[in-house]
């Protein structure tokens, strides 16, 4: 038996999901035009970027018509709403700082389950259903980290992030292979939230590679002198 009673409702749902994420996510990014003293406008760019990014980089691979975002006449001004209620409240930063991870997690588990099931929608296998899912879900703040001129956060240095994306997508996938989407989604969320909130407060981290010393390995290597060419040199005449 399906999880859900028509396709009608799976997209009805995704979509809020899928908007519910760009408000939490324009809602960030003001947060994070307000660390930068940026102006209205700085703060509605960056609220933009973070909340529609992710979902128009996945609506570009899906390759099924115009992103979303610019067709639904909700998604620009839920965003702009975000980053507007970031510029108009004012609270302290550590205020700012305890919303920012329940919302920061909201957002990735919203946006991991929302590209995923968009993803099987559109036919493809549960491999490109995880990497959308991911990429819906950090896409936006890596862009924004890139205007900022920052080294995305999502490539380390910071709790886990697009690994709780990856594991929130996988558990959706997992549950709809299995004809159980409510579950997936409700499990997923509920993982999401628990995962990132557990990470952030106990310092969770994927491990780093080894550090690179070239100087060593340079040190290692050795000019060795040609043997045997002095000695065959000498006994020419």
Known sequence: ???????????????????????????????VARAERFDLFGYLVIGTISGLGGGIIRDTLLQHGTPVALTDPAYLPTAFAGAF????????????????????????SFWAVAGAQKTLAAGLGWLPAVLLGTITAVGGSAVRDLLRGRVPAVFGGNALYASVAVAVAGVFVLFSYLDSPTLGMIAGIVLGLAFRMVAHRRGWRLPGGLPLEPGTALRTVRVRPRRGRGRREGKDP
């Open 1 to 31: 038996m399906s999880g859900w009673p028509s396709a009608d409702t799976v997209n009805m749902i995704t979509r809020c999901l899928d908007l519910a994420g760009v408000f939490a996510c324009g809602l960030l990014g003001g947060v």
């Open 85 to 108: 209620v970031a510029f108009l409240v004012n609270l302290r930063e550590d205020q700012w700082n305890r919303l920012f991870t329940p919302l920061d997690a909201a957002v990735i």
